[in-house]
């Protein structure tokens, strides 16, 4: 009866996190839909709530909004609004802080988040899986004597909270592990282990003997 019963379980919770993870996804989503005229919305003309519609609007304009920005004019739209947003005291605190993180994390030419390193910590001899996100800046910088980088360490199960550390990039391992796979092995506290990649040893060739 136990064994059913965890097989059972096995089966069903990962669909019920899923099914829950994406029903909230799409509720924040239908938001975009409070953005319409109240007389334009699923309610008004149809009489009923459309779940999903709300999710294709918002990726419609993340899709034109990208379109339009890529131009000339939408590019000096963009600069004059961000010009704007700047001189307002509190939302230039929080604009410029936010599209900092983005640029960094969404940028094609970035290195945040590309790869997955293995670092000692808490202590030494303890290991746990970081990600890259940069390299120290500022002032910090003129205090940290040789090459340091930056890197986030999750918590498990819940990879949105964790560690912000900065260590000498000698005392790093970067691992042949794709990000997704680094973070499928945190999320699951190590049970979904990663394929394991044998790693490549460099061989010397025979000498020859005269």
Known sequence: MRKYFV????????LAITLWVLNLIIGTMDQSLLLLPERWRPEAVVGFHIPGLGTILTLLIIFLTGLATRNFIG???VRVWEAALIRIPVVNTIYSSVKQVSDTLFSSSGNAFRKA?????PRKDCWTIAFLTGVPGGDVKNHLVGDYVSLYVPTTPNPTSGFFLMVPRADTIELNMSVDAALKYIVSMGVVAPDYVEKKTITEPAKVVH
């Open 7 to 14: 097989t059972g379980l096995l089966i069903l919770v990962p």
């Open 75 to 77: 590019k000096q739209v």
């Open 117 to 121: 390193l293995l670092v000692e910590y």
